[in-house]
């Protein structure tokens, strides 16, 4: 490609300049220069002007490369915030529930959308319960649904039907459908903690920022302290430590 673009950039200007010769060979005369007759300046200053424009037009290629990729880039952003979720607001959701008793999972039964047909649900038609103000642990093998569970509750996902029987479980907290809850309220009113950090590029004071940009020194360490994270300030640099997604960058995954 750029030696097609270097054979065509000397091709034009071999042009130029034979059309240059004849212009001055035969007396033509300049209307930009008072109709005098065309001189070798006038040409010179022709091929210059060309010369600079090719030269910015080839300094101009891999901006334009880099405005279709970020058009590209912007068009998946685009498409996810002109999506429409499968779970949203039930006509008539509140902004008030509690959680005094328990939350309940009855009959449910879920496989994630994206799955098979042949692979079987992650649940079919599972009660249990979570009581409140107890710790409950949620045991089992990689792919039983412990990561799904949490998921359920803060209502990524909706229970389905029951192949069976055709019925349509629900999850409750103190018997009100999460259905009922408004889906901003329902998730700022849990607290998740993954198993996986996902941390940003910067110091450890950003990362904590991240979560709250008007927070103090004093609620951060005090953040610290309760996350068990004291060794933050074991680190020479401590709160201004750097770190980010690279390994070699990035903080122990415990």
């Known amino acids: 490609m750029i030696a097609i673009m270097k054979c065509a950039i000397f091709s034009f200007y071999t042009f130029a300049f034979y059309v240059g010769s004849v212009y001055i060979q035969e007396q033509k005369l300049n209307p930009d220069n008072g109709n005098q007759p065309y001189a070798a300046q006038d040409v010179l200053t022709v091929l210059i002007a060309l010369i600079t424009g090719f030269l910015s037009l080839i300094a101009a290629l891999p901006n334009i490369q880099a405005v279709q990729a970020a058009r590209l880039v912007g068009r998946g952003i685009f498409d996810v915030i002109d999506r429409v979720p499968r779970v949203r607001d039930a006509p008539g959701a509140t902004s008030h529930f509690q959680l005094a008793r328990a939350i309940e999972f009855k009959n ?147």
């Not at 409950?136 to 029987?165: C, H, L, W």
């Not at 996986?196 to 008007?214: A, M, Q, S, V, Y």
């Open 108 to 254: 449910v039964s879920f496989k994630y959308p994206t799955a098979p047909e042949e692979q079987r649900d992650i649940f079919n038609s599972v009660n249990f319960t979570i009581k409140a103000g107890e710790s409950t642990a949620i045991v089992g093998p990689s792919g039983f649904g412990k990561s799904t569970i949490v998921q359920m509750i803060e209502r990524f996902y909706d229970p389905v039907r029951n192949k069976a029987d055709n019925s349509l479980g629900s999850i409750t907290f103190d018997q009100q459908d999460i259905k009922s809850i408004k889906l901003k309220d329902l998730r700022e009113a849990i607290g998740y903690v993954p198993q996986e950090p996902t941390l940003i590029i910067g110091t450890i004071r950003e990362n904590l920022l991240f979560g709250n940009k008007d927070a103090s020194d004093e609620q951060i360490m005090r953040a610290l302290k309760k996350a068990n994270a004291d060794f933050v300030f074991d680190f020479e640099r401590k709160l201004d430590t750097f770190i980010g997604t690279s390994t070699v960058v990035n903080l122990s995954g415990g």
